[in-house]
């Protein structure tokens, strides 16, 4: 059992180093994608709520002043970078396509656990790099940040992308029915734009929706983690993010481990 435990180990340790080497590669590619264009995307939503106070004239929106709204975006940004995974759902996805899928179903591993660990990999080699600007930023700025909460925000974030990670297994899975299927991850990624808050804190939601989306787990993504740095929200609300995502890891789990293997038996029957 521990000999099995430690291969497995070794084995996903060994497909994110893949990652964390193959895009270090590319440093310029790198250099934009960790820096860049997390920059670029908090600069906008920063002149966006600066120009949204600026045009309702009033210190606070729904209890809060603008340097809370101010930091949220500098955070929802780099937590958002972390909480996606289009670049990898689009290559597993091209994987079964293309057929290029024969040459992993046949080695000894799992093709979720294959392009989990990569994702993993690539995401934290880049957090290292990219979360030092929004730290800097709220220091120097004097922004709303409690600086001890980032590691347990960025855990819980780390482990909703293993959630996401999950769904976009359970599209791959559709695949081996479908032709074409990219517009199914434009779709997802245009609804947890919205669900995750990364477009605008849920809580300026009216009630009822408020409370129900904030419970959903898809909030882990960006809301509760940034909520939880800049003091919106408590640890209570942290607590009941894993236990939603947890919940949602076992449905999602299961329901894309039945479309895998019946889209599996299926392609092998046609002799692909």
């Not at 769904?167 to 997802?188: G, N, P």
């Not at 939880?228 to 939603?244: A, N, T």
């Not at 947890?246 to 895998?260: G, K, P, R």
Request: with cysteine; glycine share 6%; charged share 10%.
């Amino acid at each position: 059992m521990k000999k099995s435990f430690a291969v497995f180990l070794k084995r996903n340790l060994a497909f994110a180093k893949l990652a964390i080497v193959t895009n270090l590669e590319y440093r310029l590619n790198y250099f934009v994608d960790a820096i860049v264009q997390p920059i670029m995307t908090t600069g906008i939503e920063i002149l966006l709520w600066l120009g949204v106070f600026a045009g309702t004239h009033s210190v606070t929106i729904n209890g809060f002043g603008k340097d809370f709204y101010l930091s949220y975006a500098l955070w929802a940004a780099f937590f958002a970078r972390i909480a996606t995974s289009w670049m990898y759902e689009f290559r597993m996805i091209e994987e079964v396509s293309s057929g290029t899928i024969n040459s992993l179903i046949v080695r000894p591993m799992g093709f979720y656990e294959y392009y989990l660990s990569q994702l993993l990999g690539y995401k934290f080699i880049t957090t290292i790099i990219s979360m030092i600007i929004p730290i800097i930023a709220s220091y120097y700025f004097k922004l709303p940040c409690i600086y001890e909460r980032i590691p347990l925000a960025s855990l819980l974030c780390f482990y909703y992308l293993i959630l996401v990670h999950t769904i976009s297994f359970l599209v791959c899975s559709v695949a081996f029915h479908l032709t074409k299927i990219s517009s199914f991850t434009v779709a997802k990624n245009l609804m947890l734009w919205i669900l995750t808050g990364e477009l605008f804190p849920l809580d300026l939601i009216p009630q009822p929706w408020r409370s129900q989306l904030i419970s959903l787990p898809f909030a882990s993504g960006v809301y509760l983690p940034v909520g939880y740095i800049s003091g919106r929200v408590d640890h209570s609300y942290m607590v009941h993010g894993f236990i939603s995502v947890t919940i949602a890891l076992v449905i999602l789990n299961l329901i894309a481990s039945w479309l895998w293997k019946i889209g599996l038996r299926s392609y092998s029957g046609t002799g692909a």
